[in-house]
């Protein structure tokens, strides 16, 4: 059985923590710091163990942030460029997950402080990552943390790049939700237009999903985005639109579709089956579409299916899944398939009853099927 993800946050590394601390700062309380982490830790989860650490921080710290911030400076760990997750906090300094904590630590403690605040949280996004300490300073002070993130948008260190994008990601996974940007999202994009050419994969991949943040609430906007970015396009940039479109390629959305170069498909017949009429739960069933064209010309596909789950109240509810892209040649026939499992999953609750399914092409429903879900 796979460790807790939890852990990443242990007493060992807690321990390690305190010993920087005390290194850097004689008069620290090491056992009371470990103390006060380590009541009732098992129990804690993921982010209530970070909040815990970050809580100790401040009860064991100097009360001034500027002579807490010297402390923790001189406690940091070796540089990493690239991954964070991939670093460690050792005997040299505090690196990776323990940042997480010290970070917080500075969105809580750093707000009086602002200047000294972003120094730190770019030498912390060093060794791991700020793009979740750093939402709490545009949120308090948007225009002022938005100049200094600009800044970093053109830093040598890659980690300080991609802060500058992930940072303001107005729909960031476990961050503070950016409603500013959720509404208005304009500044994030003209600091992205920076980005979009970034040397480094994992920059541009930052890029790619914040642009998929706000393509979730603006879809138009991005489309044209895209549409500007692909002209004279080198294939990294092609990637990171493909990567920052999916929210609207799975949804068809027919623009971004089109200038993805996914135009309506001409097609003589299409057809959608599955090879049971029943699938038990735990079990799969596998979906066969076959294909003609009726185009002179050789045309590609998206292909997409959607399965229409049931839901406790009678409802379905929709999700797509991706099948294949591909070129159909002119007047020819294909027939693809795919096993499709349903499994017990912690995202969803299953039902059963009739699930749909509608084999989707370029944006479009062409076919439908369905089977039945035994529990």
Known sequence: MPEPFKNVFNLELVRLMALHFSRNFPE????????????????????????????????????DFEAA???????????IQGDWTLATSNERGISGWAILPMAQYVANEGQGQFERAMELLKEMTKRNTSEFAIRHFLDAEPERTFDVMKTWANDDNLNVRRLA???CRPRLPWGLRLKKYVEDPDPVIGLLEVLKDDPSEYVRRSVANNLNDISKDHPDTVCNIAKSWLKNASPER????????????????????LALG?????????????????????SHIELVAELSSSSDVSQPLMIDYIVHHQKANGSTSPKVFKWKTMELAAHSDIRVKKKHTIKPITTRTYYPGTHTVELQVNGNVVAQTEFELTM
């Not at 911030?69 to 540089?79: P, W």
């Not at 990171?240 to 479109?245: D, P, S, V, Y």
């Open 238 to 257: 092609v990637a990171l639109i493909r990567h920052a479109c999916r929210t609207l390629i799975k949804a068809g959305h027919k623009p971004t579709l």
């Open 28 to 63: 620290f309380l090491s056992d009371g710091f470990i103390s006060h982490v380590e009541k009732e830790f098992d129990e804690l989860e993921f982010k209530q163990r970070s909040l815990r650490i970050s809580e100790a921080m401040a009860a064991y710290l100097p009360d």
């Open 165 to 167: 994008s992930e940072g």
């Open 69 to 79: 911030a010297r402390v923790i400076e001189q406690s940091l760990g070796d540089k």
């Open 262 to 282: 996914y135009a309506e498909v001409a097609l003589s017949s299409v057809t959608l089956s599955v090879s049971s009429p029943t699938l038990v739960f735990g």
